[in-house]
Nanobody
Framework: QVELAESGGGLVQTGDSLTLSCATRLSTYSTSSMGWFRQAPGKEREFVAAISQADDSTYYGNSVTGRFTISRDDAKRAVLLQMTNLKPEDTAVYYC??????????????????WGRGTQVTVSS
């Protein structure tokens, strides 16, 4: 059973930065593509970012490109989501996701095997 441990959410102000972390077991970390989705109240789930198992290629949703960065922290067996210049519209529950190997479309929620419980990010104006 894959376990994803999310952390780093919180309340920040517009323009602030925040880093989310998603840690897992080594056996999962080394053989998985991982990413983040988010969902705001009353809105559809939205793809945020993903990093490929094959070559660490990164993929981003249109609304976060240029502001968010996804990366791996091998020492912690974690995938990080560095968020800068946060806006109120970034307010949402952020979910870490995992799939074995690579995917054709990293923005497709159905491509992922495991979802974390979510961590709340709130950006005040």
């Amino acid at each position: 059973q894959v376990e994803l441990a999310e952390s780093g959410g919180g309340l920040v102000q517009t323009g602030d930065s925040l880093t989310l972390s998603c840690a897992t077991r080594l056996s999962t970390y080394s053989t998985s593509s991982m990413g983040w989705f988010r969902q705001a109240p009353g809105k559809e789930r939205e793809f945020v970012a993903a990093i490929s198992q094959a070559d660490d290629s990164t993929y981003y949703g249109n609304s976060v490109t240029g502001r968010f960065t996804i990366s791996r922290d091998d020492a912690k067996r974690a995938v990080l989501l560095q968020m800068t210049n946060l806006k109120p519209e970034d307010t949402a529950v952020y979910y870490c996701v995992q799939r074995w190997g690579t995917a054709r479309d990293y923005s497709d929620a159905a491509a992922y095997n495991t979802w974390g419980r979510g961590t709340q990010v709130t950006v005040s104006s």
